[in-house]
């Protein structure tokens, strides 16, 4: 009756390492899209407000009189009569939330898989590193190396 050699198990820490990373990864996928949402309810309630808007006009205005000016750089009138962050907050934040999500999705992925890679080398290095060799192990893989180079010749 033969015996098959069974293969290795896949140590427990490989497993719970894949968990972890999975789970990290996922985190970073939900977590700072969710965090964004809710900031920017906040923060557009506080861009809204008329002092704002009153600060914004003058600083366009400056802009407005500093354009005609000569001299090392000249200054470019913003078109928005809003400001920036706020048509940014209001307008596009599915844009932010796709890429962010497409960035993490991607890059954060490469690197869980590359990790959990070099964690599963390692685990198989140790492995092979901590059974005990037979002697002339070597001996007999050079034998068949050079036997199957002379087969190949002819």
Known sequence: MRTQARAPRRPRLLGLAGAVIAALWCGLL??????????????????????????WDGFRAAMQRESGRTGPVQRKVPKSAEPPELVWLRDYPALAVTAWVAFVGILGGFV???????????????????????????????????????????
């Open 30 to 55: 939900i977590g700072p899209p969710v965090a964004f949402v809710r900031w920017r309810e906040g923060r557009l309630a506080e861009l809204t407000a008329p002092a704002v808007q009153a600060n």
């Open 112 to 154: 869980g898989l590359l990790a959990l890679g070099m964690l599963r080398e390692a685990a198989a290095r140790s492995a092979a590193e901590n059974q005990p060799r037979r002697e002339g192990d070597d001996e007999e893989q050079h034998q068949r190396d050079a036997e199957h180079t002379e087969q190949r010749r002819h």
